[in-house]
């Protein structure tokens, strides 16, 4: 293998901080994966599941405190706080390298360091980025070879004074009080230590593709998003491809692998799944945005995944797939809540103790078998919708961009906006209710612009003012979007049935982009006029939709004060065009 001097010399000086035993080269060869995995076995990383029912799967489990990313543990370190902006943890580079460095000490004593070559998007495009991970976690190899384009042929693409961007990732002791997950953009560097989480430590993911590739995705003049992105195709050919982001565990993988609905079905839509969590975008010359997914593989929620939610999942996950945190059956298989399957009588919970249906906790809460935010981590080429274009350097051409959030209340089942502008606001704007994804409180409503409030490595006022600059260099805009599939009755209950149903929202969308329909102005964007959905074989009562697509000005001018606090935290960085949204809102609220 080509060990380039500048990898070697970087590889050789974390090497004398880390102290390993041994230093290993991934060439991400199928005898290395092989290897390894009867390694981790033998380590207790990984539980070997029954290999005739679950060909190639394993299981992981992580330490109680370590099930998701620790967002506060999570820093942008700049030379200067104002880079970073108020929504982003801060530390000066000097400063987090030193507390890091104590951590990092001697930290890889008794185990080997492997050294992990990854391309995020098809080797050797343009498109792509470059990471090597230094890694002491035999469980990061396995992933990120998933996950990733790994090994051997990416040194080969680096070359001798390729770009690449530092990672560095140790298990050290665990412990969450000496747990740190540092990015230098200033460096192209990443430190994480103490964590064992995926969105903690698989650098290539929200470290790399998220974080440092916001802040070269603005230098560079693209964009790096937290989006699905999929193709929709008709019988005559055509396939149109939408980006969307939601925030974490609100809906992009579901999306992503949507099956049509069956009363759709004689529409014989085809759906074709490019990416299910990230998105980098640029422009090109023809003046259209195009989209590659960085990732090769779903690190996915599990709970609730099951044929009728997400079949597509249900067959991406049968073979060579990594599961954390689920519960494991007498025989060798996995559960989750969600299953398709009754509840077995007895198991191993997440948490590697029994577990048994009805359990409670010592504060009388219900035990779960299964981890809220236990993952999967699968091939996407094992997913029956995979798209051929997965290898096309320059992605596929986007129609349309959605947000979403997740929101009991506000927000319609879908509108859109007036103009990128109005696009722009929608999706800086968004606020949802918080998931298991990350450590913190359960529900509670947070704005989450983009749904990149803890993956955008710069100043989020920048951010919108570089999300503007963009509209203005597309000379073909896709059309901007909001969607709610959250939204519920008095009672709590969903309104919308959600998942495959939601071909129906994309077809009112792909309708609009096309300018074959028309909309309903409101004070907030065009909603649909309901003859415009096409509801066959779907029975939502007239009420239920009255309520998905109402617009309450009092509820909307309450929303308008706590945007206004959100605003008021970037000062004078805020683009102009932001408030002038707002004014713009405001007076539509207000007109009669
Ligand atoms: P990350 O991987 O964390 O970025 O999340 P994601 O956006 O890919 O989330 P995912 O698709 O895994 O959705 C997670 C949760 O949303 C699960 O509990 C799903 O059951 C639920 N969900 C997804 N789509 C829908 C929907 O259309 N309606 C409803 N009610 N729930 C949904
Ligand atoms: C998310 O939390 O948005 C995820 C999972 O996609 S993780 O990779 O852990 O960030
Ligand atoms: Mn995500």
């Known amino acids: 293998m080509i060990k380039y001097a500048h990898v070697q010399e970087w590889v050789d000086q974390m090497a004398a901080m880390c102290q390993p035993d041994d230093i290993y080269w991934c060439d991400g060869s199928e005898d290395e994966r092989k290897r390894m995995t009867a390694q981790a076995v033998k380590l207790g990383e990984l539980i ?53 460095r104590e951590i990092f000490t001697g930290s890889m004593k008794g185990r080997t360091m492997y050294v992990v070559p990854f391309s995020m998007g098809p080797i050797g495009s343009p498109f792509s980025k470059i990471g090597i991970e230094l890694t002491d976690s035999v469980y990061v190899v396995l992933n990120m070879r998933i996950m990733t384009r790994m090994g051997e042929q990416v040194l080969d693409a680096l070359g001798p004074n390729g770009e690449y961007t530092k990672c560095l990732h140790s298990k050290a002791d665990l412990d969450i009080d000496r747990r740190l997950i540092l990015h230098f953009p200033e460096d192209n560097a990443i430190w994480s230590v103490g964590s064992g989480y995926g969105g903690n430590v698989l650098l290539g993911k929200k470290c790399l593709a998220l974080r440092i590739a916001t802040v070269q995705a603005q230098r ?45 079905k004689q529409k014989g839509y085809r759906i074709w799944t490019v990416g299910d969590d990230i998105a980098w975008m640029r422009l090109d010359t023809d003046g259209q945005l195009w989209a590659i997914n960085p ?41 989750w809540e969600g299953h398709d399957d009754p509840p077995p009588a007895e198991a191993i919970g997440w948490q590697g103790t029994p577990w048994t249906p009805g359990m409670v906790d010592k504060d009388g809460k219900p035990r779960l078998s299964t981890h809220a935010n236990a993952r999967f981590t699968a091939p996407l080429l094992n997913c029956p ?55 913190g409180a359960l529900g509670e409503v947070r704005r989450d612009p983009m749904a990149m409030l803890p993956f955008c490595g710069y100043n989020m006022a920048d951010y919108f003012g570089h999300w503007l600059d963009m509209g203005r260099r597309v000379t073909r805009q896709p059309r901007i979007f909001h969607v709610n599939w959250f939204r519920t009755d008095e009672k709590g209950k969903f309104l919308w049935p959600g998942y495959g149903e939601n071909l129906r929202i994309i077809e009112w969308v792909l309708g609009r982009c096309r300018g074959e ?64 949204q707002y004014e713009l809102l405001s007076a539509r609220l207000q007109a009669k």
């Open 385 to 439: 919708t995979h798209s051929f274009r997965m290898e096309q350097h320059h992605g596929v051409p986007i129609a349309a961009i959605i947000f979403g959030g997740r929101r009991a209340t506000l927000a319609p089942l879908v509108y859109e906006s007036f103009d990128w502008e109005h696009g722009v606001f929608l999706g800086a704007t968004m606020a949802s209710e918080r998931t298991a994804a990350q450590v």
């Open 48 to 100: 070997e599941l029954n290999q005739e029912k679950l060909p190639g799967c394993f299981l992981h489990r992580t330490a109680a405190n370590d099930v998701a990313r620790t967002e506060h543990l999570t820093y942008i370190c700049t030379t200067f706080q104002g880079d970073a902006g108020p929504t982003n943890n801060w530390m000066p580079p000097r400063e987090a390298y030193r507390k890091a």
């Open 295 to 335: 990732e090769m593989g779903f690190f996915g929620v599990v709970p609730g995944t099951n044929s009728k939610t997400n079949a597509n999942a249900m067959t991406t996950i049968a073979r060579g797939t990594i599961y954390t945190n689920v519960a494991l059956k007498g025989d060798g298989t996995v559960w």
């Open 517 to 580: 329909v028309e909309g309903v102005k409101t004070p907030i964007g065009f909603v649909p006029n309901p003859k415009d959905l096409d509801m066959t074989g779907l029975d939502v009562p007239a009420d239920a939709m009255a309520k998905l697509f109402a617009v309450s000005r009092d509820a909307w001018q309450a929303e308008l004060k706590d945007i206004a606090g959100f605003f008021d935290q970037f000062g004078t960085r805020l683009p102009a065009e932001m408030w002038r």
């Open 220 to 264: 560079e003049k693209w964009l790096a998003e937290h989006m699905l992105v999929l193709g929709i195709e008709e019988p005559n050919g055509r396939i149109q491809y939408v980006a969307a982001a939601f925030p974490s565990a609100c809906g992009k993988t579901n999306l992503a692998m949507l099956i049509p609905p069956q009363g759709l």
